[in-house]
């Protein structure tokens, strides 16, 4: 269960980028930090942080840091995912030879922690 709540808090934080990208562009098309879209994509991503850092909390109530930890990476995969599906971002091939060895470090990561 405590890596079940570790993975949703990094999937989690990654929609909180994608929603913070959201904000941004917001802010620019509007040029208002009180426009209320822009106040509602802040708000929303402030939300979801508090949540995810207080679900985090319980994980590290549960599992050593140095274990659950290397989860977090998977942000670093997720966040440019999310960002090519929802705002078209393209990436050259070595961004996936990246990605392959952010995912192998977090197989070797936690299986030897």
Do not use: N
Not at 23 to 52: E, H, N, R
Not at 84 to 100: M, S, T
């Amino acid at each position: 269960m405590t890596y079940i709540v570790a993975l949703i808090c990094v999937i989690g934080i990654a929609c909180g980028q994608i929603l913070f990208k959201l904000s941004a562009s917001s802010l620019q098309k509007t040029g208002s930090f009180f426009d209320p879209s822009t106040m509602l994509l802040l708000f929303c991503s402030f939300a979801l942080y508090g949540v995810m850092t207080i679900a985090w909390i319980w994980v590290l109530q549960k599992a050593d840091l140095g274990k659950v930890y290397p989860l977090m990476a998977l942000a670093f995969v997720i966040v440019p995912l999310g960002s090519h599906l929802i705002f078209g971002e393209r990436f050259q091939p070595q961004y996936f030879v990246g990605v392959a060895l952010i995912m192998a470090g977090i197989v070797v990561a936690v299986r030897s922690a």
